[in-house]
C-alpha cells in the first residue's frame, strides 16, 4: 500500500503450564516465558509500530511481594526500547546479587517480569492519539489479586456512547468515553460482582474472613459468566485478551470473527497471537498445530492450569477481514501467501484488456513491498497466457516450422522488471508545502533504461486508498521512464467505505473513489444525490443499530466500476503527465474467489458485519457534509 494508514494492533500471550525451574532445568533460564514474548511481539511489529507493552504476573508469591509488573513504551521503536528496559534492570540485578543468577526462587521474588503468565501488545495509533496513556496493556489495579485486571486488544467497538452511558447508568464514573476504558471498565465491573458474591456465599459456608476466602474465590470465580455478562452489548471487532491478578486469564474473539486470534497448547506453555506464522516460527510447530479461535468464544486458561474454549456470544455469519488477508498481517501465513498470489492472478484478464493482449510490448512491475506476492500471481497469470500462446503458434505452424523457430516461439516470456524503488521515509519536516511536495515525490525512484517510449507499464498495489502517493510520487516517477500507458493495478477492489473495527480508516472524504463518484455526480448534473444521503442520514440518527441502512451506498449506485476507476485516473493524472494512466481495481467476486474464507467486504460493498458498521458510515458521511474531521466512532 503506497499510502501509510494507521490500522491494526498485535496481542501476544504466554501461559507457561509448568514451574519456572522446569525452564531453568530444559532450557538454561527461567526467562523462558520473556524470551518468547520478545519474539512473539518483534515478529509482529508489522502490526503497529507506534507504541508496545508488556505485563506479566508473578504466581505463588507472599503478600506483599509485587506479583504484576508492567512497562509500556510510545518511543520511535517501541518493542526494543521495553526490552532494553527490561534487560537493564534484570542486568543490574545480576551484577548486585550474581550469587542469585541461577536461584529461581530468589529471582521469582525479587526480580522483575520473571512471572508465569504474559500479556504483550503492539500497537498503531488511532487518529492522531498516541500518548503513552493510549498504550495498552491496560491496568485495572486492586490491592485483591483476583480484582486485578489487565487488558490489552486488538479491536475497535461502534458502540463506544452505548457503553459508556451503560456505566454511568450503574453509578460508576469512567474517565473517558474510549472503548478501551468502557471495556475494561465493563469487565471489571462483572469481576467485582462475582468476587463479592463468592465472598458472602464463601463466607456463610465456610464461615472463614477475607484472607481465607480469597484461594476458593480464586479457584471459583467464573470468567465464562463474567465474560458472557461485560461483552453482552459490545458491537465491534476484537481480539480481547484479559489477566486477573491470580492467574487466570482470556482471549476472546468477536462473534463475526472480523478480528484475528490463533493459539497453540501443548503441555509446556499455551500461546496465543494475531498470527499463525508467528506462532509457528517462535516455536517451531507445524502449521496444523495452531488453531484458530471461533469467532464468538473465549480461551480460558484457570489458574490451576484448566484450559477451555467456551461459547461467549451468538456467532454471526463470518466476516474475517479480507483486508487482513490483502495487505496487515504477515505474508509468510501459507493461506495468506496462496491468497495474495491469487489476487494478482484472478485481476490479470482486466489487465489483458486494457493492453490489447500485447505482451510483447508491456512491462510488468509492482509498487515495493506488499504487493509483491501479487505480482508474482500476476506474472504467473501473464506467463500461462503467453503459453497458451506459444502452443497455439507451433501446433498453427505443424511441420513448416524449423528448430529454430521453436526455439524463437519458446524463448519469449513476459516481460518482469523491478522498477520501482522505494528509497526512504522522508519527513516532511519543511514547512512550506511545495517544497514538502518535492520530498514526497522523490520516496520513489525508479530503474531507467528499460521501458521503451511504445511500452505499456503495469505495476501493481496491493490496494489504493487515498491516492495520494501514487499522485505525488509514483505517477511521477514512472512517467519519467516515457511509456506509452501506465496502468496501475489494485489487488484489492475499490475502498468505498470506513472501517470500524480495528482499522483507523475512519473519513469518507479521505477515499479517492468516494471522491471520484462525487466528481461523476456533479458532471452528469446528480449531485442532489449527495443532499438526499445527508437528509437520510441525519434521519436515521435516533434509530436503534439495528434499524439503520447505509444510506451510502445511494452514492455509488449510478455508476459502474469502471466508470469510477476511469474517474480516479483521471484525478490522479496531473498536468506534467505525458503517459496515458489508466487503473484497474480487483473486483468484489474475484476477491472472494481469492479469498473464500475471510468474507468480511465492508470496505468494498458496505455491507458491515454488525448494525453498528451501518451507524458508523452513516455519521462518517454527515461529518464529511458537515465539514467536521472527526471520527465516526
Not at 118 to 141: A, D
Not at 515 to 531: C, F, S
Amino acid at each position: 500500500m503506497s499510502d501509510a494508514i494507521k490500522h491494526e494492533c498485535g496481542i501476544a500471550m504466554v501461559r507457561l503450564l509448568k514451574p519456572l525451574q522446569y525452564y531453568k532445568d530444559k532450557y538454561g533460564s527461567a526467562f523462558y516465558g520473556l524470551n518468547k514474548m520478545y519474539l512473539l511481539m518483534e515478529k509482529q511489529h508489522n502490526r503497529g509500530q507506534d507504541g508496545a507493552g508488556l505485563a506479566s504476573i508473578k504466581f505463588n508469591v507472599d503478600p506483599g511481594t509485587r506479583y504484576i509488573s508492567r512497562i509500556r513504551s510510545n518511543a520511535d521503536q517501541p518493542i526494543q526500547d521495553i526490552f532494553a528496559q527490561i534487560n537493564g534492570r534484570l542486568n543490574d540485578l545480576n551484577e548486585e546479587f550474581p550469587d542469585k543468577v541461577n536461584d529461581v526462587n530468589w529471582q521469582v521474588n525479587n526480580a522483575p517480569y520473571i512471572g508465569n503468565l504474559y500479556l504483550g501488545h503492539v500497537r498503531y495509533g488511532t487518529f492522531g492519539k498516541n500518548s503513552i496513556e493510549s498504550v495498552h496493556p491496560f491496568l485495572r489495579q486492586s490491592n485483591w489479586m483476583h480484582k486485578s485486571l489487565i487488558v490489552a486488544g486488538n479491536f475497535n467497538m461502534t458502540n463506544s456512547k452505548r457503553l459508556f452511558n451503560d456505566l454511568v447508568e450503574i453509578g460508576q464514573h469512567p474517565k473517558e468515553m474510549t472503548d478501551t476504558v468502557t471495556v475494561m471498565e465493563k469487565i471489571g465491573h462483572f469481576i467485582d460482582k462475582e468476587v463479592t458474591e463468592l465472598y458472602n456465599n464463601i463466607k456463610q459456608e465456610k464461615g472463614v474472613g477475607k484472607k481465607g476466602a480469597s484461594p476458593l474465590i480464586e479457584e471459583r470465580i467464573d470468567l465464562k459468566k463474567i465474560l458472557e455478562k461485560s461483552a453482552k452489548n459490545w458491537d465491534g471487532g476484537y481480539a480481547m485478551a484479559g489477566l486477573l491478578g491470580h492467574g487466570d486469564s482470556f482471549v476472546l474473539r468477536d462473534p463475526a470473527g472480523i478480528r484475528p486470534a490463533f493459539y497453540y497448547i501443548d503441555d509446556e506453555v499455551v500461546v496465543v497471537a494475531s498470527e499463525r506464522p508467528v506462532i509457528q516460527t517462535v516455536f517451531n510447530v507445524d502449521i496444523n498445530e495452531v488453531k484458530e479461535i471461533d469467532p464468538g468464544c473465549a480461551l480460558i486458561i484457570k489458574r490451576n492450569g484448566k484450559i477451555t474454549i467456551d461459547k461467549i456470544k451468538e456467532t454471526l455469519p463470518k466476516k474475517s477481514c479480507s483486508f487482513e488477508r490483502i495487505y496487515f498481517s504477515r505474508g509468510s501465513d501459507a493461506d495468506i501467501y496462496t491468497e495474495r498470489k491469487n489476487l494478482g492472478k484472478y485481476v490479470f484478464p482486466q489487465i489483458l484488456e486494457k493492453i490489447d493482449s500485447d505482451l510483447k510490448n508491456t512491462v510488468f512491475s509492482f509498487i515495493p513491498n506488499t504487493a509483491e506476492t501479487s505480482f508474482y500471481g500476476m506474472r504467473e497469470a501473464a506467463e500461462d497466457f503467453l503459453n497458451l500462446q506459444k502452443t497455439k503458434a507451433i501446433l498453427n505452424g505443424r511441420k513448416e516450422l524449423s528448430a529454430e523457430n521453436v526455439t524463437q516461439i519458446l524463448s519469449q516470456r513476459p516481460r518482469i522488471e523491478k522498477l520501482a524503488i522505494k528509497d526512504a521515509k522522508l519527513r516532511t519536516f519543511i514547512a512550506d508545502d511545495n517544497s514538502r511536495d518535492d520530498l514526497v515525490a522523490h520516496v520513489y525512484d525508479v530503474t531507467y533504461g528499460i521501458v521503451k517510449p511504445n511500452d505499456n507499464l503495469v505495476i501493481i498495489d496491493d490496494s489504493i486508498v487515498r491516492g495520494t502517493t501514487l499522485k505525488k510520487s509514483i505517477i511521477k516517477i514512472l512517467d519519467r521512464l516515457h511509456p506509452k500507458k501506465i496502468i496501475i493495478v489494485s489487488s484489492a477492489p475499490q475502498i468505498r467505505y470506513p472501517d470500524c473495527y480495528g482499522i483507523d480508516m475512519a473519513r469518507m472524504g479521505d477515499f479517492i473513489a468516494f471522491r471520484a463518484a462525487l466528481e461523476l455526480l456533479k458532471e452528469e448534473h446528480k449531485y442532489h444525490i449527495v443532499e438526499e444521503v445527508y437528509q437520510n442520514c441525519k434521519n436515521q440518527q435516533a434509530f436503534e443499530d439495528t434499524e439503520i441502512q447505509n444510506a451510502v451506498k445511494e452514492i455509488y449506485a449510478p455508476f459502474s466500476n469502471e466508470q469510477i476507476s476511469d474517474k480516479i485516473a483521471e484525478m490522479l493524472k496531473t498536468e506534467d503527465i505525458t503517459s496515458q494512466v489508466e487503473i484497474v481495481y480487483q473486483s468484489v467476486e474475484n476477491l472472494h474467489k481469492a479469498c473464500p474464507n475471510h468474507l468480511g467486504d465492508w470496505y468494498f460493498t458496505g455491507d458491515y458485519p454488525t448494525p453498528g458498521g451501518n451507524r458508523v458510515v452513516n455519521d462518517s458521511f454527515i461529518n464529511f457534509y458537515e465539514g467536521n474531521n472527526k471520527r465516526a466512532y
